[in-house]
């Protein structure tokens, strides 16, 4: 990879530096709405929850993995991550936000897949990811992530969508007006583009229905200009950490009933059914030999088929 290419190693650490800073802000927002309620309904008198963090490395098995290790950068060993899982929480049944930073050779499979993969089948990829499953069936889970992949080329990726049980206007307007915001900043950003991209992508063919009301989805982004693709990739993190949190403090305490709760899981069902059936993360992820407990992080607590 010569260093001609705008996705150097020097962007490659800002990138990375930006991931982990993200984490900490969204870890440091989720913690305090468990702080900020004593919790409704069936929470009884759960203390507030707090994200455990745990290092692995590629290519170990995760009951190698070191708890409450220092974050490592990826390198020529392949690199690793570092999950953050809050469980059992006043307001997060579990919410995860995970960063890691692996490099590595793909396989003959997935260079056909790749940009730039299919004559060096080398590649570099960092980024944040982030599953949040809530304890009311009033506050809508939540999905955002942000990357940069090189290969003999280079681009940035990621979006945010919301997954709400019972759909609100509202807060949907709310949650899309963010992320419009956060485009509109941008001249290489398309937000029309994006949102069509995430319906198009966040739907379920064998159920012939979205997985909840959408948000943003975008990928190869590389217009020329690495800062600008970077600084809105910032952006959309910035988005939810700012949006989300709102949401949430807009319905935690609400009572809810068994039957919602019962609705809660139903449709953690199909969230489960997309990311083992479609989603290209958690492909990726397996085919590059990650983290598996890392890449399942985004599966449900408790669900439930009718």
Request: glycine share 10%.
């Amino acid at each position: 990879m010569s260093e001609s290419n705008p996705f150097n190693e020097a962007r490659k650490v800002q990138a990375e530096d930006w991931f982990r800073t993200l984490r900490d802000d969204l870890c440091a927002a989720l913690e305090a709405c468990e702080d900020d309620t004593s919790g409704p309904s069936d929470s009884g008198e759960l203390a507030a929850g707090r994200f455990e963090r745990s290092e692995w490395h590629r290519g170990e098995a995760a009951d190698q993995a070191r708890s409450g290790a220092d974050d490592q950068r990826g390198g020529a060993d392949g690199g690793g991550g570092v999950m953050s899982v809050l469980r059992e929480g006043r307001v997060f049944e579990k919410a995860g936000v995970n960063v890691s930073t692996v490099s590595g050779e793909f396989s003959a499979e997935m260079r056909e897949r790749i940009p730039g993969a299919k004559d060096d089948p080398r590649f570099w990829a960092s980024g944040v990811s982030v599953v949040i499953h809530p304890r009311s069936p009033h506050v809508p889970a939540a999905h955002m992530n942000t990357r940069m992949i090189v290969t003999t080329s280079g681009w940035f990726g990621g979006g945010g969508d919301l997954t709400p049980v019972f759909e609100d206007a509202a807060e949907t307007e709310q949650f899309h007006a963010a992320y419009k915001t956060a485009c509109d900043a941008h001249e290489v950003a398309d937000y029309d583009k994006y949102k069509a991209w995430c319906d198009e992508y966040f739907y379920l063919p064998h159920r012939q229905e979205p997985r909840g009301v959408g948000g943003i989805f975008y990928d190869n982004l590389n217009s020329g200009d690495w800062n600008a693709d970077f600084a809105f990739t910032q952006d959309v993190g910035r988005a939810f950490l700012n949006v989300y949190p709102a949401l949430v403090r807009g319905k935690f305490d609400r009572p809810w009933a068994d039957d919602q709760k019962l609705a809660q899981r139903i449709k953690r069902g199909r969230y489960v059914e997309f990311n083992l059936l479609y989603d290209r993360g958690t492909l990726f992820g397996l085919k590059t030999g990650g983290n598996t407990e890392a890449i399942l992080m985004s599966m449900p607590p408790d669900v439930a088929w009718p």
